[in-house]
């Protein structure tokens, strides 16, 4: 069977990249500290040694739109051409090609949609950056084949966070299955408390550090009946209009099993809290 | 109400560079151009196959072409959608980082949650 070896669950944020690549007389005051704990970060993933990566991330109405939208969608092609002419405009991030794993995609969407998800698929899917920032901060020689999982955590109606979770754990399920020899890591991106277009925008932290610290602290510690406890699709308006990109780090608590995270790390920055959360089901050396 | 309308406009615009200038400069002009020749037109169909319902409503043409994405959010047209397209148009016309995002959440400042619906 395939092993699974590594669970990422952290926040993207675009402008990593762009603030990663100035220099020091350049950089903001928190580039530094900001690029040594990406780094660390990052190696919590080359340590794992994994062949394949599965990549949890929403599209931000790039190619999917609201005249035909999915809820969860697997990618399934051979390649997947990434970042968008706005997210270069706005973020400075540059376009990538990144190779794609067509059998294991396939593997992921017969298996889900006989486990009761009617999952969507595209064979021709460019990417965006929940998916390609990960890969800039924790595998930036983007070498290993991909399977993009999108979720629907912007166009409402959404799926419910519960249902977030469900998919995680098939996900789980379905990788610990896998006839294959191959090493696997599943990495989401999603965010904590977030406002994009509303007044709480861009404030000097996340527009609901509370909500951050309780969310850090579930995520960390695997408390999934906590966070149910708490999080409804109404309350997540609460924290930040953007806030319901928490669901994918939801998501990856399913895929972690609920377990304590082996690696847990966060960064005050303005706008949003970053957040890095590494698992190894198998043991650290597995 | 035509939600989805105002959407399917700041989308159509802000993934294509020629027409983010166009609205930047005229937006009026920009709206009726593309009301009357852009709106029914079904994104992943040939142009043969467009619709033939949608339209604005005045305050919806009103407010886009008046650039009030005050009036916009107050709808419910997508926040993120309005917010990429604004920094597109108008950052380059502040000079601090940040001063443009800033200056647009303070417009809405008066802005009481629940915000308004943006379901489509």
């Known amino acids: 069977m395939a092993r699974l070896v590594a669970i990422l669950a952290t926040t993207h944020h675009p402008f990593y990249y762009k603030t990663s690549q100035l220099p020091p007389d350049q950089a903001p005051p928190f580039a530094a500290e900001w690029v040594r704990k990406v780094a660390a970060y990052r190696q919590t993933l080359t340590r794992a040694r994994p062949d394949v990566l599965v990549m949890v991330g929403s599209d931000h109405f790039h190619q999917l739109w609201l005249d035909n ?8 092609a051979p390649f997947y051409d990434a970042n968008y002419y706005n997210e270069e405009r706005e973020f400075g991030l540059p ?16 298996g889900g949609i006989d486990k009761g998800f009617d999952l969507a698929f595209s064979n021709e899917l460019r990417v965006d950056h929940s998916i390609t920032c990960p890969i800039f901060t924790v595998r930036p020689q983007n070498d290993l084949p991909i399977v993009p999982v999108y979720t629907n955590i912007f ?17 789980r399920e379905l990788i610990d299955a896998w006839p294959s020899d191959l090493r696997v ?5 999603g965010h904590l408390s977030l406002e994009l277009g509303g007044p709480r925008q861009f404030g000097p932290h996340g527009p609901d550090p509370e909500f951050d610290a309780r969310a850090v602290e579930w995520i960390a510690s695997g408390d999934i009946g906590g966070c149910l406890a708490s999080v409804t699709l109404d309350s997540l308006h609460a924290p930040g209009n953007a806030t319901h990109g ?9 895929v972690a099993g609920f377990a304590r995270a082996d690696y847990a790390d966060n960064l005050d920055l303005f706008h949003t809290m970053e957040a ?11 | 109400m035509s939600r989805y309308l105002v959407n399917k406009f700041l989308f159509t615009i802000d993934r294509d560079p020629d ?8 937006p009026a002009g920009t709206v ?18 467009a619709s033939t319902w949608l339209e604005f409503t005045d305050d919806e043409r009103a407010a886009l072409s008046a650039h009030d994405h005050v009036a916009l959010f107050e709808m419910g047209a997508h926040p993120f959608l309005t917010l990429t397209l604004w920094i597109a148009m108008f950052e380059r016309d502040h000079s601090e980082p940040l001063a443009m995002q800033l200056d647009y959440a303070a417009r809405l400042a008066h802005v009481t949650q629940p915000y308004p619906d943006i379901a489509t």
């Open chain 1, 69 to 76: 939208m999915p809820q969860f969608l697997v990618g399934k």
């Open chain 1, 95 to 110: 376009r990538l090609l990144l190779k794609g794993h067509e059998e294991l995609s396939a593997y992921i969407l017969r």
């Open chain 1, 155 to 171: 166009a409402p109606p959404l799926p419910r966070p519960e249902r977030f979770v469900k998919l995680g754990q098939a996900i």
């Open chain 1, 185 to 189: 890591a599943v990495i989401g991106t």
């Open chain 1, 246 to 254: 928490f669901m994918d780090f939801m998501l990856m608590m399913g």
């Open chain 1, 276 to 286: 890095y959360f590494t698992w190894y089901p198998n043991g650290a050396g597995a």
């Open chain 2, 19 to 26: 027409l983010v200038e166009r609205y930047r400069t005229d």
């Open chain 2, 32 to 49: 009726a151009w593309w009301e009357a020749v852009q709106a029914n037109q079904l994104l992943n169909c040939i142009a043969g196959e």
